[in-house]
């Protein structure tokens, strides 16, 4: 399975610039990972520039809490959200850049660790971005990060497979995708692990919510262009609640785990 050439770019950086302001509320997921993802792969001490690629409202560039050796700098394609980082980590000193991780304008070996949480799934080029995170590190680098795998939001890709034949949740790489593009762009120590996530909500639609404040939009260009009906969310909703148990829907997250020695 493959989403190279399939995202749309602009919508992407749309609704993440969008999502600024919610974000933060409904991102209980995604800081958990964030710290397990620290948990597993600790900073190295290794002095230098630590990037945080994708690094939205800043929870995780404030995580990796660096030594006075470090400096960060946080990346990401949604300027709106590195404004709000800004805003939120005043007593943090940080470089902030506005780049897409597939064209980063940063000259070879001029970091030290590159951490990206939950953010790569947004790029249609993983073996470029990875190959070019490789000539960004310097020789003895890491790059460490969380990205969503294919069994993420099965549950509501199911509801939807019974309504129509669109796709109405993002694809994503599986472990051994990315373990093939991390080796194709020349990583060789690596470490790869997936674990899934499982939320409770209480309803369909408190799903739908989250997703919207997150930015996490359906880009994929295989998505119906036409909006959804109310009758086709209703039958989705329907066939999504027919699995609720005590009053909750759950949904999966598949988070895989990577860090690749340079
Ligand atoms: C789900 S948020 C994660 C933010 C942060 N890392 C965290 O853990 O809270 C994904 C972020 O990736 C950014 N992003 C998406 N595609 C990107 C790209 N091609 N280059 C850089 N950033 C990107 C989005 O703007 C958004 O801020």
Same mark, same amino acid.
């Given at each position: 399975?493959?989403?190279?050439?399939?995202?749309?770019?602009?919508?992407?950086?749309? *609704? +993440?610039?969008?999502?600024?302001?919610?974000?933060?509320?409904?991102?209980? !997921?995604?800081?958990?990972? @964030?710290?397990?993802?620290? /948990?597993?792969? &600790? !900073?190295?001490?290794?002095?230098?520039?630590?990037?945080?690629?994708?690094?939205?409202?800043?929870?995780?560039?404030?995580?990796? =809490?660096?030594?006075?050796?470090?400096? #960060?700098?946080?990346?990401?394609?949604?300027? &709106?959200?590195?404004? *709000? *980082?800004?805003?939120?980590?005043?007593?943090?000193?940080?470089?902030?850049?506005?780049?897409?991780?597939?064209?980063? &304008? !940063?000259?070879?070996?001029?970091?030290?660790?590159?951490?990206?949480?939950?953010? #790569?799934?947004?790029?249609?080029?993983?073996?470029?971005? +990875?190959?070019?995170?490789?000539?960004?590190?310097?020789?003895?680098?890491?790059?460490?990060?969380?990205?969503?795998? &294919?069994?993420?939001?099965?549950?509501?890709?199911?509801?939807?497979?019974?309504?129509?034949? +669109?796709?109405?949740?993002?694809?994503?790489?599986?472990?051994?995708?990315?373990?093939?593009?991390?080796?194709? =762009? @020349? +990583?060789?120590? #690596?470490?790869?692990?997936?674990?899934?996530?499982?939320?409770?909500?209480?309803?369909?639609?408190?799903?739908?919510? $989250?997703?919207?404040?997150?930015?996490?939009?359906?880009?994929?260009?295989?998505?119906?262009?036409?909006?959804?009906?109310?009758?086709?969310?209703?039958?989705?909703? /329907?066939?999504? $609640?027919?699995?609720?148990?005590?009053?909750?829907?759950?949904?999966?997250?598949?988070?895989?785990?990577?860090?690749?020695?340079?």
């Amino acid at each position: 399975m493959s989403h190279h050439g399939q995202l749309d770019k602009a919508k992407i950086k749309q *609704s +993440f610039a969008s999502a600024a302001g919610s974000y933060d509320a409904v991102a209980a !997921l995604q800081r958990q990972v @964030g710290l397990d993802l620290l /948990k597993k792969c &600790p !900073l190295q001490a290794e002095a230098g520039l630590v990037m945080d690629l994708g690094a939205g409202t800043g929870f995780l560039t404030r995580a990796l =809490a660096v030594t006075d050796y470090q400096s #960060l700098l946080a990346v990401d394609i949604a300027l &709106p959200m590195l404004l *709000s *980082s800004r805003q939120k980590n005043q007593s943090l000193v940080v470089d902030y850049l506005c780049a897409d991780a597939e064209q980063l &304008p !940063l000259a070879n070996a001029s970091l030290q660790q590159i951490y990206s949480n939950l953010a #790569l799934q947004w790029c249609e080029d993983l073996r470029a971005v +990875f190959a070019d995170c490789r000539r960004v590190l310097r020789q003895d680098g890491q790059l460490v990060l969380a990205t969503f795998g &294919p069994a993420t939001l099965k549950e509501l890709k199911a509801a939807w497979a019974k309504v129509d034949d +669109f796709a109405h949740v993002n694809q994503f790489y599986s472990l051994q995708d990315i373990n093939g593009f991390l080796q194709q =762009a @020349g +990583f060789s120590d #690596l470490s790869l692990e997936s674990v899934v996530y499982q939320t409770q909500y209480d309803s369909v639609l408190g799903l739908m919510h $989250e997703l919207k404040g997150l930015g996490a939009h359906n880009v994929s260009q295989s998505r119906n262009r036409k909006p959804t009906t109310r009758q086709q969310l209703q039958q989705m909703i /329907k066939h999504y $609640e027919n699995a609720m148990s005590d009053g909750q829907i759950i949904a999966s997250y598949e988070i895989i785990f990577v860090r690749a020695g340079r």
